[in-house]
């Protein structure tokens, strides 16, 4: 078992930035890619963005590359999503989840869930 707990949430204007955290817990945390969803009111949990378990890949949806970094720290067992210019559209419950599978931007390869943050970006 992994036990996933995100942090860093809140309302930020837009143009503005924000740094998620997923602090993993349970069994080792760098043999898992790492991936970040999201789910605003309305519509279907959605990829953000994925990290190898070493960190050397990472993936990205389209409309958030150049403005998200994702990344890992494996010493600490925490993975991160870095958020800079912000828009309204990004507005959402944010997920992070772990995969035993290579790094991928599906939905049904994680295994393990966080709980959410609540990113809100007002206009």
């Known amino acids: 078992q992994v036990q996933l707990v995100e942090s860093g949430g809140g309302l930020v204007q837009a143009g503005g930035s924000l740094r998620l955290s997923c602090a993993a817990s349970?069994?080792?945390?760098?043999?898992?890619?790492m991936g970040w969803f999201r789910q605003a009111p309305g519509n279907e949990r959605e990829f953000v963005a994925a990290?190898?378990?070493?960190?050397?890949?990472?993936y990205y949806q389209d409309s958030v590359k150049g403005r998200f970094t994702i990344s890992r720290d494996n010493a600490k067992n925490t993975a991160y999503l870095l958020m800079s210019s912000l828009k309204p559209d990004d507005t959402a419950l944010y997920y992070c989840a772990a995969s035993a599978r290579p790094v991928s931007w599906r939905t049904t390869d994680y295994d393990y869930w966080g709980q959410g943050t609540q990113v809100t970006v007002s206009s």
């Open positions: 349970g069994r080792t945390f760098s043999r898992y890619a």
């Open positions: 990290i190898s378990w070493s960190g050397s890949t990472t």
